[in-house]
């Protein structure tokens, strides 16, 4: 939005209506350029090229996986009692997970009229949806017979029996559904005006047909952008709690069973944190190499880096406190087969799972408290490779050791993913960056209206510069000082 | 539909136009801009925007959806538990929550389409392609009679181009 300012003291009594907004990309001068630097990165190049056929080559050995899987059973995907839920329930959190990151850059921070959200959270929004796109997969790839999928839409069966509506599943599936239509409906109507500056800017027939099309006659007027900015608003409003809401529902898929290490009050709240963390981490991973390779610095500032940054080192230590709970609740019940399982979990059969959850996602994550680090892009982007790896270790490590090691002996196993599952992991990979490369080379990777909102307009009768002073967000961030970007 | 359109470079041009405008009777103006400004909608003095009544309307409709279709799946094949009841609203709070931001979200977009009047097929008498770029346009529909008069107060200030449109 727009920044406000005070009227100063001598400023015309007649002419209360002149802009005067903090200057947040001293690097932008004016709206052309907004356009003109953002809308080029639609041409395609031969680095695009290339990354879209690794990622399709990576679909490619999923497909081929899940087909053999198909024809050999769920067995050649590594279960076998006690552990029936592996990779594909570890991969399908992990997704929904990084799924998180986007709405709540989109939402919460809008709400919070965070500044450094409007130049990445396009990038946040398309990669909420084809997470959630990659995510929703994994329950049909985990059917012994996906060709049933449909099974899994609460409707009733030939005896008109419906599902039951007090188990974790259904309410999985109205979570989910709702998540992935609300979040698609968010990205698709922050889109609309800036497929309309497509629409005017396309000299081609066709694709300025399509544009026309899919911007819905946008015209720019005063009342449009006057509606638009209350559903917005609203859509913000919803989108809120519904970001609350989904992974909370997911970890109650866990909480609900007795098995230990799932039954815990802790766990919505654990999976929130969980969530918006890993997809922090994974806005790092993408927006980082994005900036560099199509020169957006002055875009996608050092400091809103820094101050992603800074939100992604708070939510790492709100999961550490998470683990920190989990132990103790196991250390005071009193019961012996949480703290046995503890235990096993963290000294015995999955240390090293656990240990690498550990180390990825609380210890790295506290350089972070270093600003040299949190400025510094390439540890940035290793960092966030290392919490993605940490976050679905995390999954890892609350799925497979429950079930491997529940209450009697004899009840207790073992679990090796075979390559079916690690194909199928990488597949999701491929899928999710295929269609991430394809929206880039499509639409703008930066709302194109949101940036103009915070670049200075243009004015007949300039400012004094002091007036910026009554400007409290021109104060908070030092935009000159790009110290340790690349 | 006739008037005249105006394009500015500056947003305090196009502010003091649309004052002046005002001042001077001109009504239904309409103001394109390539991102909302604060400035635009005070000079406007628009009313507030209907889409919360749809948001409202669609919530409470999701909300009331929610909790009643499990209630009535679980009196329709009832599974008695140990005396517990038969629909219990505590669990169908989740199904009830979902459904209430499922359909609100969607009242919310269609209020919105309805209201802006979209989807269109054409891009309307006066509209220009440089107003999503970086210009802002006013557009005055006025009958032949105060037609050189509009112009001729949207060149003095400052308006780069002025057209007579029908």
Redesign the interface.
């Known amino acids: 939005?727009?920044t406000?300012v005070q009227p100063r003291p001598d400023e015309p009594v007649q002419?209360?209506?002149?802009?005067s907004a903090g200057n947040r990309l001293p690097a932008v001068r004016?709206?052309?350029q907004v356009?003109r630097d953002i809308i080029r990165t639609l041409q395609p190049t031969l680095g695009w090229f290339a990354a879209l056929g690794i990622a399709i080559l990576c679909l490619l050995i999923g497909i081929t996986a899940w087909m053999y899987q198909i024809h050999e059973g769920l067995g050649a995907a590594g279960y076998h009692p006690p552990v029936m839920w592996g990779v594909y329930i570890v991969t399908f959190v992990f997704w929904v997970g990084i799924g998180h990151a986007g709405t709540l850059i989109s939402a919460i921070l809008y709400l919070f009229r965070a500044g450094f959200r409007t130049t990445i959270y396009r990038c946040a929004e398309a990669m909420t949806v084809f997470a959630v796109m990659t995510a929703g997969l994994f329950p049909i790839l985990h059917l012994g017979r996906p060709w049933k999928f449909f099974w899994l839409i609460p409707y009733p069966n030939w005896r008109?029996?419906?599902p039951?509506?007090?188990s974790p599943l259904?309410?999985d599936v109205?979570?989910i559904?709702?998540y992935l239509?609300?979040s698609a409906?968010?990205f698709y109507?922050g889109l609309i005006?800036d497929i309309?500056?497509l629409?005017?800017?396309e000299t081609n027939p066709i694709r300025k047909r399509i544009f026309a099309s899919l911007s819905?006659?946008?015209?720019?007027?005063?009342?449009?952008?006057?509606?638009?900015?209350?559903?917005y608003l609203?859509?913000a409003a919803?989108?809120t709690?519904?970001v609350l809401?989904v992974h909370s529902?997911v970890s109650f898929d866990f909480a609900m069973a007795l098995t230990p290490g799932w039954h815990a009050t802790v766990f919505p709240p654990y999976f929130v944190a969980g969530a918006i963390f890993s997809g922090i981490g994974m806005v790092f991973t993408i927006i980082i190499p994005l900036r560099k390779y199509f020169k957006l610095q002055h875009f996608v500032t050092i400091n809103d880096l820094d101050a992603a940054a800074k939100l992604c080192l708070f939510t790492s230590m709100v999961v550490g406190l998470a683990y920190l709970t989990e132990f103790q609740v196991a250390w005071m019940s009193g019961n012996r087969v949480e703290q046995e399982y503890f235990w096993n979990r963290v000294f015995g059969q999955w240390a090293w799972a656990a240990w690498i959850m550990l180390i990825c996602n609380c210890v790295l994550p506290l350089s972070l408290f270093s600003q040299k680090l949190r400025r510094n892009t390439s540890w940035l982007f290793i960092l966030s490779l290392f919490i993605n790896l940490g976050m679905w270790f995390e999954r890892f490590v609350i799925v497979v050791p429950s079930l491997s090691h529940e209450f009697e002996p004899w009840q207790w196993g073992s679990y090796a993913p075979t390559f079916v599952d690690y194909s199928i992991l990488l597949g999701s990979f491929g899928w999710f960056f295929m269609w991430f490369l394809l929206f880039m080379k499509q639409m703008p990777i930066m709302a194109l209206?949101?940036i103009?909102?915070i670049i200075p307009?243009?004015?007949?009768?300039p400012h004094d510069p002091a007036e910026r002073v009554h400007d409290l967000d021109s104060l908070t961030l030092d935009p000159i000082n790009t110290a340790g970007d690349d | 539909m006739q008037g005249v359109i105006g394009a500015f470079a500056e947003l305090d041009s196009a502010v003091h136009a649309i004052e002046d405008l005002r001042k001077q009777n001109f009504s239904d103006i309409t103001v394109y801009t390539p991102t909302p400004r604060h400035e635009l909608e005070e000079a406007m003095q628009p009313p507030k925007s209907p889409v919360r009544r749809f948001t409202l309307i669609g919530g409470l409709l999701g909300v009331t959806f929610g909790y009643w279709i499990p209630i009535w799946i679980s009196d329709y094949w009832a599974l008695v538990v140990g005396g517990k009841p038969v629909a219990s609203w505590v669990p169908y709070t989740i199904i009830g929550f979902e459904l209430m931001v499922l359909i609100g979200s969607l009242a919310t977009v269609f209020g919105m389409f309805a209201v802006s009047r979209i989807p269109r097929l054409t891009t309307t008498v006066g509209y220009d392609g440089r107003f999503s770029h970086g210009d802002y346009g006013i557009w005055v529909p006025v009958g032949p009679d105060r037609m050189s008069a509009a112009a001729e107060l949207l060149r003095k200030h400052g308006a780069v181009e002025v057209r007579n449109e029908r």
């Open positions: 939005m727009a406000l002419r209360p209506n002149i802009a004016d709206y052309e356009d008109l029996i419906w039951n509506p007090k259904v309410w109205f979570a559904l709702t239509t609300v409906t968010f109507v005006p309309a500056v629409r005017d800017q819905l006659g946008w015209r720019n007027s005063d009342k449009e952008w006057r509606h638009f900015t209350r559903a609203f859509l919803f989108a709690p519904l809401s529902v209206a949101e103009k909102e307009p243009k004015m007949r009768q």
